[in-house]
């Protein structure tokens, strides 16, 4: 196992040197065990419910294996990720398509493979899936309301409750199988009640369906459960608690539910290693440039203001500190991780710093804006210890 410890003489005089054993940064360094705990802790929690990683949070093929190994099943957005998942064994029949807007072609190609299970919010949709596959089944994607979660991800897709009963009965006049309903409630949700609305919602379709001869199969409840970043958030089991008593009191018969996490199971387990390639005082603030940055691995601190707060040390790890702003190496001023992050106070080029809770949504949405490589991957034990 590797180690983030400092260089012995990190605190001496300056070394551009990579640390022994260690690829050149910005590395994504993956601890597998750490994404078997979490995916043991999500079954363990909501033991009643179908886990279907959303592999766009991190497609790395390790991952897709260990997973796979557990019992997992798996949710995409295009053919792409499901030739990724063909290519470690992952059978077509247990992935759902949860796109809500497909490329017609590639309604057919996965229809082809084996995936029997697809997401629409329109007619356009349905159509599209009646014609490149007759008689497969579609779940319907129910509109949330706007709620508090660090990465707000709604607003774009979904339909209210009239519209989602109605889009089903559509699907069976076209020859489809109406089989379901998703929602998702906004990514890294903080707040645990946020499913019960959508699940009553849920379950008046259901219910309103009855009266149609129509009895759905499916009910996905989405992602959205969080990771710890730079502080605590409600535990799995009480987002389980509420997500059980609303399937209780609002679903009219039994269902298969079905979850989608995705950051919950790979976030805590990354740590993004990368150097400091330039420090400088402007204006009175500090700032250190790392090799890393929001387009070339951190886009979500785009996304969110840079709200959301990645843990982060340095090499030196010094207990002289100064606040600093971490941005990264390319010429765009909008290139900034975090402001005000306290650091070693003799930060200096060449040192080494640490962004933890850096598995979801990095490597997976890089680019080499401006020319800058995207993380290398490394990935530190099993997944057996979980297993």
Same mark, same amino acid.
């Given at each position: 196992?590797?180690?983030?410890?400092?260089?012995?003489?990190?605190?001496?005089?300056?070394?551009?040197?990579?640390?022994?054993?260690?690829?050149?940064?910005?590395?994504?360094?993956?601890?597998?065990?750490?994404?078997?705990?979490?995916?043991?802790?999500?079954?363990?929690?909501?033991?009643?419910?179908?886990?279907?990683?959303?592999?766009?949070?991190?497609?790395?093929?390790?991952?897709?294996?260990?997973?796979?190994?557990?019992?997992?099943?798996?949710?995409?957005?295009?053919?792409?990720?499901?030739?990724?998942?063909?290519?470690?064994?992952?059978?077509?029949?247990?992935?759902?398509?949860?796109?809500?807007?497909?490329?017609?072609?590639?309604?057919?190609?996965?229809?082809?493979?084996?995936?029997?299970?697809?997401?629409?919010?329109?007619?356009?949709?349905?159509?599209?899936?009646?014609?490149?596959?007759?008689?497969?089944?579609?779940?319907?994607?129910?509109?949330?309301?706007?709620?508090?979660?660090?990465?707000?991800?709604?607003?774009?897709?979904?339909?209210?409750?009239?519209?989602?009963?109605?889009?089903?009965?559509?699907?069976?006049?076209?020859?489809?199988?109406?089989?379901?309903?998703?929602?998702?409630?906004?990514?890294?949700?903080?707040?645990?009640?946020?499913?019960?609305?959508?699940?009553? %919602?849920? /379950?008046?379709? +259901?219910? @309103?369906?009855?009266?149609? $001869?129509? &009895?759905?199969?499916?009910?996905? *409840? #989405?992602?959205?459960?969080?990771?710890?970043?730079?502080?605590?958030?409600?535990?799995?089991?009480?987002?389980?608690?509420?997500?059980?008593?609303?399937?209780?009191?609002?679903?009219?018969?039994?269902?298969?539910?079905?979850?989608?996490?995705?950051?919950?199971?790979?976030?805590?387990?990354?740590?993004?290693?990368?150097?400091?390639?330039?420090?400088?005082?402007?204006?009175?603030?500090?700032?250190?440039?790392?090799?890393?940055?929001?387009?070339?691995?951190?886009?979500?601190?785009?996304?969110?203001?840079?709200?959301?707060?990645?843990?982060?040390?340095?090499?030196?790890?010094?207990?002289?500190?100064?606040?600093?702003?971490?941005?990264?190496?390319?010429?765009?001023?909008?290139?900034?991780? %975090?402001? /005000?992050?306290? +650091?070693? @106070?003799?930060?200096?080029? $060449?040192? &080494?710093?640490?962004?933890?809770? *850096? #598995?979801?949504?990095?490597?997976?949405?890089?680019?080499?804006?401006?020319?800058?490589?995207?993380?290398?991957?490394?990935?530190?034990?099993?997944?057996?210890?979980?297993?």
């Amino acid at each position: 196992m590797l180690c983030d410890c400092p260089p012995e003489n990190a605190s001496a005089s300056l070394s551009l040197s990579e640390p022994a054993g260690e690829p050149g940064t910005p590395f994504l360094r993956v601890d597998l065990d750490g994404v078997g705990r979490a995916y043991r802790a999500m079954r363990d929690a909501l033991p009643e419910a179908r886990v279907h990683y959303a592999m766009k949070c991190n497609p790395a093929r390790p991952i897709l294996s260990l997973l796979r190994d557990m019992g997992g099943s798996f949710e995409i957005a295009s053919v792409a990720e499901l030739r990724e998942l063909q290519a470690v064994g992952v059978p077509a029949a247990q992935v759902l398509f949860s796109n809500p807007v497909k490329v017609a072609t590639q309604v057919r190609q996965a229809w082809a493979a084996g995936v029997w299970r697809f997401a629409a919010d329109s007619d356009a949709e349905l159509d599209k899936i009646a014609a490149m596959a007759p008689g497969a089944a579609v779940y319907v994607r129910l509109a949330t309301a706007a709620a508090d979660s660090a990465v707000p991800s709604e607003g774009k897709f979904g339909v209210d409750a009239g519209e989602v009963a109605r889009l089903l009965r559509a699907a069976r006049a076209r020859g489809l199988e109406p089989y379901g309903i998703t929602f998702h409630v906004g990514s890294q949700m903080t707040d645990p009640g946020a499913w019960a609305l959508a699940i009553e %919602r849920c /379950g008046a379709v +259901m219910t @309103a369906l009855s009266g149609d $001869g129509i &009895r759905l199969t499916m009910l996905n *409840a #989405g992602g959205g459960f969080p990771a710890r970043y730079d502080s605590d958030v409600p535990d799995l089991r009480t987002y389980a608690k509420h997500i059980r008593t609303a399937v209780e009191r609002y679903v009219p018969y039994p269902v298969e539910l079905v979850v989608e996490p995705g950051r919950a199971l790979v976030a805590e387990a990354g740590v993004m290693v990368a150097t400091v390639i330039g420090v400088a005082r402007r204006g009175g603030a500090l700032w250190a440039h790392l090799d890393v940055g929001a387009f070339n691995g951190f886009m979500e601190s785009l996304e969110t203001g840079t709200a959301l707060s990645y843990p982060v040390r340095d090499s030196r790890d010094s207990s002289r500190r100064e606040l600093f702003h971490l941005t990264g190496p390319s010429c765009d001023s909008q290139d900034t991780l %975090r402001y /005000g992050v306290p +650091m070693s @106070a003799d930060l200096a080029v $060449g040192d &080494r710093v640490y962004i933890h809770v *850096a #598995g979801a949504y990095t490597t997976a949405y890089a680019s080499r804006f401006n020319g800058f490589d995207v993380p290398g991957m490394q990935f530190v034990g099993s997944g057996d210890a979980a297993a």
